[in-house]
């Protein structure tokens, strides 16, 4: 099993700088990728960044030039970090922390981050 905690959300004003982290722990030599997602009051959730293990990224076009996903690897422990500039209204959600299991193909959640810009 593989256990996410998320931090670092927080409130912020439009055009204003987060980061948010996620450290996972437990069996993380099943992990391979590792992204964040999020969800908006009254919508899907939905793609925001990913990296893999090789540091192969992908950003939701939203996102693009704005936010930069980064990832540290270590002996039984992997964190992935949410950088996020220039931030707008509309990407306030909760974001989650997500990572892929390469044996099962299941994927792991974490508990979610709030976070809220205000314009």
């Known amino acids: 099993q593989v256990q996410l905690v998320e931090s670092g959300g927080g409130l912020v004003q439009a055009g204003g700088s987060l980061r948010v982290s996620c450290a996972a722990s437990?069996?993380?030599?099943?992990?391979?990728?590792m992204g964040w997602y999020r969800q908006a009051p009254g919508k899907q959730r939905e793609l925001v960044a990913t990296?893999?293990?090789?540091?192969?990224?992908?950003?939701a076009d939203s996102v693009k030039g704005r936010f930069t996903i980064s990832r540290d690897n270590a002996k039984n422990t992997a964190t992935v970090y949410l950088q996020m500039n220039s931030l707008k209204p509309e990407d306030t959600a909760v974001y989650y922390c997500?990572?892929?299991?390469?044996?099962?193909?299941?994927?792991?959640w974490g508990q979610g981050t709030q976070v809220t810009v205000s314009s």
């Open positions: 997500n990572a892929e299991d390469i044996f099962s193909r299941g994927a792991y």
């Open positions: 990296i893999t293990g090789g540091s192969r990224t992908n950003y």
């Open positions: 437990g069996s993380t030599f099943r992990i391979n990728a």
